[in-house]
């Protein structure tokens, strides 16, 4: 039983294998060269601005929304 | 200049609810799966076993499955708008009290029952049924998209935490995980719609459909085995043909999922970098063969065929890592099995959506993803005590991998031509050519 919980413990999702980790912070250790505060502030950064970048296309898009509202066409 | 006009079309909105349920998949689903990388500072401040904080995680895993079929039920009945953003807000503020954690029980009721319980409300099944309802034409795409970046946020978030874990204290990096969550928040808010109706619009972002054509987009078109209440679907073949291949999805993957490393170092004698290094190389071509399997659906039609063909080519896959006894092997496996891994739940949920209907989707998706819950639990179970009994991985892995074969019949006798929505009116010429 012990064995068992552990194994899901380990594997809580694919990505989460401790092997598969220790080597993905390997490479990205050799990629960035940087601490680990450089690494944190770089993929938060990017993790972040991720649904900024989705906010701003929206805005960018509201003269298109609101030409398209205007004719009798659909959003394509 | 009135043509120029025309073809600047502003982005469907529904790709906006596909990129919020992108993120929420994303946030929520990494920061649940980063939990084995706080298990060492965990276990070392508070003299934890092993075993103890196992029983957290496995609770988490069980309550997480067993939940599903009811976060459906909820999302039938009060939306999925409401739905999501409860969870994402409970999931959120959950794990960040995880930093409060003073004892294994506290732990175990904050992770294994309030976070694994509200994420299952945020979870694939039930992003996908919501963008079922967005999506007609393009469905299998945009539910693969959906699917395919979960993968990817595993790949992300899990080596973040490690680094936050490194620069800071578990604690805090338990606070940074939960504002992760928690900045999913507006964009759900601002994009997470219900239907397109609701803003004038038309499922793909299609116009307005012709009332003149007969038998046309005019006409509402239902599938003959469209479920008002989940409970309809259980009297119909194809919940069971479904269902039951979801449950051998669960029983292959999940059983690879904890054993392929142990596998690869033990019976074919690689280092543990070389084997994870492989296991990377088949979750990322997972996201391929996500993508690949949505658009193909979408173009060419006939979704239980390339169910079937999946399972019927991590079938061979099985047997190429049962059979060919090398490095090589592995690759081959990895290259074959890659494709397959989050290809059959695109597929089933499109073809779920297709079959059913839309108005208990949530509830019947939550079912069968119960069932692959279930598959995978039972597989290693299976596998670990097959390995105890045996000393190698060959029968376990042979076992589930046969039933693969039946997976795949199971898959292709389906009558989606007969029972989806697909071909009761002529939504897609393309469509049609391919069950």
């Given amino acids: 039983m012990a064995a068992f919980l552990s194994f899901i413990l380990a594997h809580q999702g694919d990505a989460a294998d401790p092997e598969l980790i220790h080597w993905i912070k390997e490479r990205l250790d050799q990629l960035f060269g940087l601490g680990p505060w450089a690494v944190v502030v770089v993929m938060g950064l990017i993790i972040v601005s991720t649904p900024l970048f989705v906010v701003v296309v929206y805005l960018l898009q509201a003269k298109r929304r609101s030409a398209a509202e205007a004719s009798p066409d659909q959003e394509g | ?435």
Avoid at chain 2, 96 to 119: C, K, P, W
Avoid at chain 2, 364 to 373: A, D, K, L, R, W
Avoid at chain 2, 375 to 400: E, K
């Fill in chain 2, 1 to 435: 200049m009135q043509s120029t006009e025309k073809t600047k079309k502003p982005i469907y909105h529904g790709w906006y609810v596909c990129a919020a349920a992108v993120f929420i998949g994303f946030a929520a689903v990494g920061a649940r799966n980063s939990f084995g990388v706080f298990v060492v500072p965990m276990s070392e401040e508070f003299g934890w076993s092993r075993f103890t904080i196992s029983v957290a995680a496995a609770l988490g895993v069980l309550v997480n499955g067993v939940s599903q079929p009811f976060m459906g039920r909820i999302f039938d009945h009060t939306g999925g708008r409401k739905l999501m953003l409860f969870s994402l807000l409970v999931v959120g503020c959950a794990t960040a009290m995880l930093a409060l954690t003073f004892h294994i029980l506290y732990l175990a009721f904050m992770f294994g029952i309030v976070v694994s319980m509200a994420q299952a409300g945020s979870a694939n099944t039930n992003t996908s049924a919501l963008l079922s309802r967005w999506f007609k034409r393009r469905r299998a795409t945009a539910i693969s998209i959906n699917s395919a970046t979960i993968s990817l946020g595993g790949m992300v978030m899990v080596p973040f935490s490690m680094y936050l874990l490194q620069a800071t204290t578990w604690r805090i990096a338990w606070i940074g995980l939960g504002m992760i969550v928690l900045s999913a928040l507006p964009l759900a808010y601002l994009f997470l719609h219900e239907r397109p109706e609701q803003r004038g619009l038309y499922p793909d972002g299609d116009p307005a459909p012709s009332k003149d054509i007969p038998n046309g987009r005019g006409r509402p078109a239902t599938g003959p085995l469209e479920a008002e209440r989940w409970q309809d679907s259980f009297r119909t073949a194809p919940i069971w043909q479904m269902a039951g291949s979801y449950f051998v999805c669960g029983t292959t993957t999940f059983v690879l999922s904890v054993h392929f490393i142990p596998f690869a170092i033990e019976d074919r004698g690689i280092s543990g970098s070389s084997a994870a290094f492989i296991f990377g190389y088949m979750m990322f071509l997972n996201i391929f063969g996500a993508l690949g399997a949505g658009l193909l659906s979408d173009k060419l039609g006939g979704t239980k065929n390339w169910l079937a063909l999946a399972y019927f080519m991590r079938g061979i896959a099985y047997i190429v890592l049962l059979t060919v006894d090398s490095v090589a092997g592995l690759w081959i496996f990895a290259s074959i099995a890659g494709f397959s891994w989050v290809a059959t739940p695109v597929l089933t949920s499109s073809l779920t959506a297709d079959v059913y209907g839309l108005k208990a989707l949530g509830t019947i998706s939550g079912i069968t993803f119960m069932f692959h819950q279930f598959g995978g639990f039972g597989s290693v179970l299976l596998a670990g005590l097959l390995f105890d009994i045996t000393g190698s991985y060959t029968l376990p892995f042979a076992l589930v991998g046969a039933l693969l074969f039946p997976a795949a019949i199971s898959a292709f006798s389906i009558k989606e031509r007969k029972y989806s929505i697909r071909y009761q009116t002529p939504i897609s010429t393309a469509a049609a050519a391919g069950d």
